[in-house]
């Protein structure tokens, strides 16, 4: 990733990579609930094409958690000044908690022989428990966000330069 070549990050760009990673996530969640909601009452093989768009969603969501995991890991140790430095602090133990989630929401679903109303609900229940574990970043990014114009900068930057790196799987 090409965020982690930066030897340090500014609190401003951290808020970006931490804005990065929250909207990455969420537009992939919804992704995947979107690809089982078109999927719904088909056998599995039925739709290959959307087969695959949810196949792509559900991993990629188990990227952009490894991907968080390396830059708190990079850079977590180094952002003790941040307003809020529980964002980074505890972070591992989100990332380790909705990684399991989607272990066993990927499990039930390749075990799935059909695509039924039960199934699109246990990954609905998944996909707003990871949301809300990810509500402390959520709140720090919409902070910065909100300032609009008057945002820094370097919030912006590297908000960009996380996104590309969170999108190249």
């Known amino acids: 990733m090409r965020i982690l070549r930066y030897p ?86 989100r990332i380790r908690m909705s990684e399991d989630l989607m272990i066993r929401t990927n ?10 109303p039960d199934l699109l609900h246990a990954a609905e229940q998944s996909a707003q428990t990871i949301m809300r574990t990810f509500s402390h970043e959520r709140a720090a990014a919409e902070q910065m966000l909100n300032l609009g114009p008057l945002q820094p900068a370097e919030f912006g930057e590297a908000r960009r330069i996380f996104l590309t790196d969170l999108a190249a799987r």
């Not at 499990?107 to 039924?116: G, P, S, V």
């Open 8 to 93: 340090t990050l500014t609190e401003a760009e951290c808020l970006g990579c931490v804005s990065a990673f929250v909207d990455s996530l969420s537009s992939t969640i919804e992704g995947m609930l979107t690809f089982l909601r078109r999927l719904q009452g088909q056998p599995k093989g039925a739709a290959f094409a959307f087969e695959m768009q949810l196949d792509s969603q559900r991993y990629g969501i188990m990227l952009i958690l490894e991907r968080w995991g390396e830059w708190v890991h990079h850079f977590g140790p180094h952002l003790h000044s941040m307003r809020d430095a529980s964002v980074l602090h505890d972070a591992p133990l």
């Open 107 to 116: 499990r039930l679903i390749d075990a799935a022989e059909q695509y039924t």
